[in-house]
């Protein structure tokens, strides 16, 4: 199983029955494929649907029915069409359960950035920061470090994207929980030892006496 | 009763640096056939204001393409690196707004509000010049309206009094601008007699809708 795929589907037993999901772009789009067939969920796209459904048969995709990452999609029995006003008003009004999005860096704030590197790539925030701002709760998916270099910091150095403080933070080593007294380490990735996990992270972690190695199925 | 108008003469009533507030996410729901009108046309110094520029050589990236942009209001620019080179090159202005503040900018300049509070872009560079308000205990950003000289609005079919409709993923933006500009032109997939669209799927009343263009061919 690639970093990726523990990422997914840790992340997917976070979704829970009855939820409204929005999933960012890239890594956080593939934790639909690992929450169970038979859970009622339903996902937001920001760009206007509520129960966005499977990539479409070859040649049956439709110009107006795609994905925030302008991917064509399907809807699935009992999906919503909606404009951006009230989309962003499910998410910045509470209505927004979870959302999962990918991160540059976390601090121990539980601060995230993620829409811009100043110099090299200002590709805008998008609905990022309302996403931060308004969701219920809000998971960080991604990989722990970046070529060797800590992803969840001291400080942030990047640009925020919220103030909020993010509710999880999931990768391939790790999961850990931002509380008020910092970063709290609850599980570790298969096979991975907490000692490596504190070598990988700039932060400083709470390490609880047990921690549990994460259950994938 | 409306005229049809061709997409030329459509191009024609908008001026040089006019302000357009452009229907549309990565290129879904745009009105295509007015934008490609007003690359053939080629006058520009617009300011843009649109979720996204979509990419180069698609919908709103023609626009940036032909260099017709002096400035845009957007979302995100992630998907277009002709609007980033731009940008750096210091020939194209760009101001990036949080998708949600925008959809909610615009709806206040439309519907007769003087602002938008949110708390979205608290604490990050988004508030850099703004002024925060208090409300019950809790701290907001201000946020002022926007309007457009013009809204050019892409709609799934339209009647002979300008009722629209819009379709799945393709609302987005559309029926908030179609209340924030001094000229709203509408371009539909189909134009249907009076009667022919439901009154309750009627996203945008014809009164608001000053031109259509002509139906596509």
């Known amino acids: ?217 | 009763m409306k005229r049809a108008l061709k997409p030329a003469e459509a191009a024609e009533m908008i001026p040089e640096g006019a302000v357009l507030l452009i229907g549309g996410f990565m290129g879904v729901g745009s009105p295509h056939r007015l934008i490609d009108a007003l690359v053939e046309r080629g006058v520009g110094g617009f300011t843009v204001i649109a979720n996204d520029t979509a990419r180069p050589g698609k919908d709103i990236g023609k626009l940036i393409d032909a260099r017709l942009v002096a400035k845009c209001i957007v979302s995100h620019i992630g998907l277009n690196p002709e609007t980033q080179r731009q940008m750096i090159a210091g020939d194209l202005e760009v101001e990036l707004v949080p998708q949600g503040t925008l959809v909610e900018r615009i709806r206040a300049g439309g519907v007769g509000l003087g602002g938008v509070l949110t708390a979205t872009g608290l604490g990050t560079v988004v508030a850099e010049g703004k002024p925060t308000v208090e409300v019950d205990g809790k701290t907001y950003l201000l946020e002022k309206p926007i309007r457009g000289d013009f809204a050019l609005i892409g709609a799934r079919q339209c009647d002979y009094v300008g009722n629209l409709e819009y379709t799945l993923t393709a609302h987005n933006f559309n029926p908030v601008m179609a209340m924030a500009a001094d000229t709203v032109i509408a371009e539909p997939h189909h134009i249907m007699p009076v009667g022919m669209i439901p009154p309750d799927a009627v996203k945008t009343p014809g009164v608001l809708v000053d031109h259509i263009l002509e139906r596509l061919i």
């Open chain 1, 1 to 217: 199983m690639d970093a990726k795929e523990v990422i997914a589907r840790r992340v997917a037993q976070e979704v829970r029955e009855g939820m409204l999901v929005n999933l960012g772009i890239g890594l956080p789009s593939m934790v639909a494929n690992f929450v169970p067939d038979d859970m009622r969920v339903f996902f937001q796209a920001e760009n206007g649907v509520i129960g966005l459904g499977q990539r479409p048969p070859d040649g049956m995709e439709d110009r107006d029915l795609t994905d925030a990452g302008g991917g064509f999609v399907t809807a699935v029995p009992g999906a919503a069409s909606i404009d951006s006003a009230m989309s962003f008003g499910l998410i910045r009004g509470g209505h927004l359960d979870m959302t999962v999005l990918g991160g540059l860096q976390v601090d121990e704030k539980g601060h995230l950035a993620n829409w811009m590197v100043p110099g090299k790539m200002v590709p805008g925030m998008g609905g990022a920061m309302d996403l931060v701002t308004g969701a219920r709760r809000v998971i960080v998916a991604m990989v722990h470090a970046a070529k060797g270099d800590p992803k969840i910091v001291p400080e942030c150095t990047l640009p925020l994207t919220a103030l909020r403080r993010v509710s999880l933070i999931v990768t391939e080593m790790a999961v850990i929980e931002p509380t008020d007294e910092g970063l709290v380490l609850r599980e570790r990735g298969p096979g991975v030892a907490v000692e490596d996990i504190v070598a990988a992270t700039a932060a400083r972690l709470i390490v609880p006496d047990e921690v549990p190695e994460m259950v994938l199925a």
